[in-house]
């Protein structure tokens, strides 16, 4: 078992359109919770990030995390077509450099003008 | 500000080659990170330096593969010799010891190596 799943896509929606991205995982160590954007031929870019459980608000995009679940969302609204890339979520166990990334695979999303 | 470099952004060798990777951290940032995706597949961490040790090596797939940090500036990552599976984009990132969140990881580009 992947210790982060995430649906793969791609998903397509209109311009407008509320977007919501979500990711599972299995290993409750898990403290901080990442969201990252990738536009092709690019490196991942972070967009977000939460300590534990709770949400967290930044302009059109909100991450929600329910550790109670193992659960987390990531919602972006009046989505723009500059919002195509790809969306990866990512974990990690600690307050410390030392703690490297755990990623889910990423959803393909597509805004159509 | 530069961000974190890679060259080459593409690499083609042939099976049994060997192929060396570097990477350019963000100036002052002591930890440097590697990471690869395979087609089809997440994103894998491979190992991290903290200046030039190598502090966690644990995703390090056999022992065709070896990273550098001389210095503790840029990295290399060389793969001696190239199988098949090793195909795919491998991405360096780093970030800084302290201050703000600590382990706000910057990526670079990606190299992206085809073994045929």
């Known amino acids: 078992q992947k210790e982060v799943e995430q649906d793969p896509g791609p998903l397509s929606v209109p311009e407008g359109a509320i977007v919501s991205l979500n990711c599972t995982y299995s290993n409750s160590a898990f403290q901080y919770f990442m969201w990252y954007r990738q536009y092709s031929r690019k490196g991942p870019e972070l967009l977000m990030y939460t300590y534990s459980s709770g949400n967290k608000e930044d302009g059109r995009f909100t991450a929600q995390v329910d550790k109670s679940s193992k659960y987390i969302s990531l919602f972006i609204r009046d989505s723009q077509p500059s919002d195509s890339a790809t969306y990866l979520c990512?974990?990690?166990?600690?307050?410390?450099?030392?703690?490297?990334?755990?990623f889910g695979s990423g959803t393909r999303l597509s805004i159509r003008p | 500000e530069a961000g974190v470099t890679q060259f080459p952004s593409h690499s083609v060798i042939e099976k049994g080659q060997t192929v060396t990777l570097r990477c350019d951290p963000i100036?002052?940032?002591?930890?440097l990170y590697w990471y690869r995706r395979v087609m089809g597949k997440e994103i894998k961490f491979l190992l991290h330096?903290?200046?030039?040790?190598?502090?966690?090596e644990s995703g390090m797939p056999n022992n065709r593969f070896l990273a550098e940090r001389t210095g503790g500036t840029y990295s290399t990552l060389k793969v001696q010799p190239a199988e098949l599976e090793d195909s795919g984009v491998y991405f360096c990132?780093?970030?800084?010891?302290?201050?703000?969140?600590?382990?706000?990881?910057?990526f670079g580009p990606g190299t992206r190596l085809t073994v045929l």
């Open positions: 990512a974990m990690s166990w600690g307050y410390s450099s030392a703690s490297k990334i755990i």
């Open positions: 330096f903290v200046k030039e040790s190598k502090q966690d």
């Open positions: 990132a780093s970030s800084q010891i302290a201050g703000g969140w600590v382990n706000e990881q910057f």
């Open positions: 100036s002052g940032h002591d930890n």
